[in-house]
């Protein structure tokens, strides 16, 4: 395989007829993989995750990627669908997060709380005697 520059078609290097038109050959890449729109996670979203209506504002934007993608205009349905993804992730994150940090927070008072009704029953159950209190 020639992989040498500029690449030239083999058949452009025979001679052509005078009356016959001369065709160029392009060499084509492998075709770009059409742009993400991310709809159903921007339902998802809509539907379970919509606090400050973040999973909201990802499905107008996965709505406008899928119209964009239809109108073959692909560079702005790109942008479009990385925004849906941007708007996707702060609603997973803003709904989600939360929660599990009050929960860590929860589960670490109740250790520290038992820990201090452990020390607090060992200090009520002291016995003293009659020469501590001189």
Known sequence: MDT???REDPRALTPHKA???AHTA????PPCPPPR???IWSVFS???LNLCCLGFLALVYSVKARDQKVAGDLEAARRFGSKAKCYNILAAMWTLV???L???LVVTGALHLARLAKDSAAFFTT???DGDYD
């Open 19 to 21: 009356d016959g038109p």
């Open 98 to 100: 939360p929660p599990l």
């Open 102 to 104: 009050l929960l860590g």
């Open 26 to 29: 392009l060499a084509m890449g």
């Open 37 to 39: 729109d991310h709809l």
């Open 46 to 48: 809509t539907l379970y």
């Open 127 to 129: 016995k003293f005697d």
């Open 4 to 6: 040498s520059f500029p």
